[in-house]
């Protein structure tokens, strides 16, 4: 098959609809997560409670507030067995050193970076209370 048939045959996709993160405490991860410009907008929601951040730049998070426990480790990031699953997800920032110079006024300590992967693209890397991995990564 070549590429031209592969795509004629791949559902649609139009974007990124909202990306799901598991958390303990509802309002400690607002807190944090308001640090990045999402907002509360509704929740928590439905059987598995639900609470659904918004961002200015279309970005919707839905906070799953179902963990056990406030400080277990990251089973895809902080052990030695490696587990199949999505181990960050990346945010696009116009300008990483501001973006940690504010993180580091609010507390929030940095666990990677500045990495600069090439001339194109450096990242810092941050984790939410719930140990969840957000990377920031700067283009150019």
């Known amino acids: 098959m070549n590429e031209r048939s592969n795509a004629a045959r791949a559902i ?9 993160i598991r958390v ?5 991860s607002v807190r944090f997560y308001e640090l990045l410009g999402f907002a509360k907008t509704a929740g928590p929601l439905g059987p598995e409670p639900v609470a659904i951040l918004d961002h200015s730049s279309g970005l919707v998070l839905n906070l799953i507030l179902n963990a056990p426990q406030a400080s277990e480790p ?57 140990r969840n991995v957000i990377e920031l990564h700067q283009r150019g």
């Open 12 to 20: 649609p996709i139009l974007g990124l609809a909202h990306i799901g």
């Open 24 to 28: 303990h405490e509802l309002e400690r």
């Open 74 to 130: 990251n089973v895809l990031m902080d052990t030695g067995e490696k587990h199949p699953g999505i181990t960050h997800f990346a945010l696009l920032c116009p300008d990483i050193l501001a973006a940690k110079a504010h993180l580091e006024a609010a507390g929030v300590p940095l666990s990677g970076g500045p990495v600069r992967f090439s001339a194109e693209a450096q990242a810092i890397f941050v984790r939410d209370p719930d």
